[in-house]
């Protein structure tokens, strides 16, 4: 078993994954969810691991979406 980073590098990388489509296009979080979930059949692997995994990847997204609102422009 391995141990999983947690840092805002890593909550930036999921939230770029997170809204960004295969071609480039933007994406809400959701909508890429759908999108990835529309691609893969059920009972993959990356069907199952993105409905497991979205908690997590929406709660990455959520934190970028916090940090990001506290910069100063």
Known sequence: MY???DSPV???LIYSDMTTGPAG???DFD???DEILERY???SEVHTAI???RPYLSAAVERTRA???DQPM
């Open 25 to 27: 296009q933007s994406f």
């Open 67 to 69: 940090r990001l609102s």
């Open 41 to 43: 059949e059920p009972g």
């Open 3 to 5: 141990e999983r980073e």
């Open 51 to 53: 409905s497991k995994a």
């Open 31 to 33: 909508g890429r969810i």
């Open 10 to 12: 890593l909550d930036a």
